[in-house]
């Protein structure tokens, strides 16, 4: 598969190349441009097929680009100890669990996939990295995929004060690969120092820099696996039309379900469920997209006032506006809806949701109403997070504690880091260049 730049329609650079050199010149992100067409292998699988079989058999078409064949289904089916779930709720709605993996959320499957992929591109050479602004569970998530990766040292730029979940046995001066610095900064410094370090090309030539945050589409792309698992697994069970309802923060699981579906996944539609930080909603029913200022809510994941994804989103609208307004719908649920919906799914179907997840269940309903699909679709919720994340929360909502397991509660734990820097560009290159 070939990709360009949101920016441009040329050059077309191969699957390899977006992966490794993530930032176009002009500044754009890139996106995939022609696309794998899988029809007919998702036509000859079914409930039965493993989550693993199905990896193997469609990654080379969907990584296709520098690679072969038969290293692409190598590596998709040596990515995950762990496989999504899905629960089937009732007639309307069925619940697709992507929170197996080691932080408890679903952003496990984008990184781990990237990181087994990272490492046969970097085959060869003597020094990769990766440097990652780092926030919560998604630099723990990454550290657990690049833990021990060969050749590879993953570099997290962390906010003042928020270094935790990770295992000190892994950091570079004990003799492993991760290297944490904290950055007297905020997050956007962070993500700032991550552009400019992998701009200067001179350091990123050194020391084979590239970037594992959502501006990669290497971490974007494999995403696509879980819907198209979610749709084998259901496709013979109802005869129905199949919507997914996604909690969109930054909005790339919901794109990762739109290039699903343009590789020829059948779906009705897509429900972009949002907190009350919705104006991306407003661009998505067709009008200018004006961020409004950040409210705090219940479901911290999806409060992004001004989605990263932004971009890539905009590039699908402006090739189909028409076709766009017809498969995503909107949706805004505030904080009460979201704890009623987490009391009543526990109470109608036994199971814990997390507030993500109970956002889009609210929206799956809403949309269901408004649009009178009720009877003739069968909606998949993504559940993106780990209920006993948050615990307290999930607790209060049904009115009894519930279990954290020891792998979350140690998402929790603080570490010192390697280094603590000025937000600068210079004393980012020298806290690394002194770990060598
Ligand atoms: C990141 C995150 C989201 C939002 O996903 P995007 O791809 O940024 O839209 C939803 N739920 C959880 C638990 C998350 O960590």
Redesign the pocket.
């Given at each position: 598969m070939q990709f360009r730049s949101t920016k441009s329609k040329f050059p077309l650079v191969p699957y390899k190349d977006a992966v490794l050199n993530c930032l176009p010149d002009d500044g754009g992100l890139y996106v995939p441009d022609q696309t794998a067409d899988i029809r007919e292998l998702l036509f000859s699988m079914n409930e039965k097929t493993t989550f693993n079989d199905m990896l193997s058999a469609l990654a080379p078409s969907i990584l296709e680009g520098g690679i072969s064949p038969a290293e692409a289904s190598k590596i998709a089916a040596s990515a995950y100890n762990y496989e999504p779930e899905l629960v089937n709720l009732d007639e309307n709605y069925s619940i697709l669990k992507l929170?197996n993996g080691p932080t408890g959320?679903?952003?496990d499957y984008g990184i781990a996939f990237l990181s087994a992929i990272l490492e046969e591109f970097f085959k060869g050479r003597e020094q990769s990295m990766i440097v990652s602004a780092a926030r919560a569970?998604?630099a723990v998530s990454m550290a657990h995929a690049f833990n021990g990766r060969k050749g590879i040292s993953l570099v997290l730029l962390y906010p003042s004060g928020q270094i935790r979940g990770l295992d000190p046995s892994s950091f570079v001066q004990n003799g492993g690969n991760i290297i944490p610095i904290q950055v007297k900064g905020t997050f956007d410094d962070c993500q700032r120092l991550v552009v400019e370090t992998i701009k200067d090309r001179e350091f990123s030539a050194r020391y084979n820099v590239t970037s594992a945050n959502?501006i990669n589409p290497g971490r974007l792309l494999p995403?696509v696996f879980y819907y198209l698992y979610a749709f084998i697994q259901i496709k013979n069970k109802y005869n129905k039309d199949l919507f997914f309802s996604?909690?969109?923060?930054?909005?790339?699981?919901?794109?990762?379900g739109l290039y699903a579906w343009k590789f020829g996944m059948p779906v009705n539609g897509f429900i972009a469920a949002m907190n009350i930080n919705n104006a991306f909603g407003d661009y998505i029913r067709g009008n200018k997209f004006r961020p409004k200022p950040l409210i705090t809510t219940k479901?911290p994941?999806?409060d992004?006032s001004f989605?990263?994804?932004y971009e890539r989103l905009a590039s699908f609208y402006e090739e189909a506006p028409a076709i766009m307004r017809n498969i995503v719908y909107p949706a805004s649920i505030n904080d009460d809806l979201t704890m009623q919906i987490i009391e009543q799914i526990y109470k109608n179907y036994g199971i814990h949701v997390?507030s993500?997840?109970a956002v889009a269940f609210a929206a799956a309903q809403e949309i269901s109403s408004e649009y009178k699909l009720s009877g003739h679709t069968h909606t998949v919720v993504l559940a993106?997070?780990h209920p006993a994340?948050e615990a307290s929360l999930a607790g209060d909502a049904v009115g009894k504690s519930i279990k954290v397991p020891e792998s979350i509660q140690a998402l929790q734990k603080r570490c010192d880091p390697v280094a603590i820097i000025q937000p600068q560009l210079d004393a980012v290159e020298s806290a690394i260049a002194s770990c060598f």
């Open positions: 929170y959320i679903f952003k569970d998604t959502t995403q996604v909690p969109c923060g930054n909005f790339g699981n919901l794109i990762a479901s994941s999806l992004v989605p990263l994804n997390d993500n997840t993106t997070g994340r």
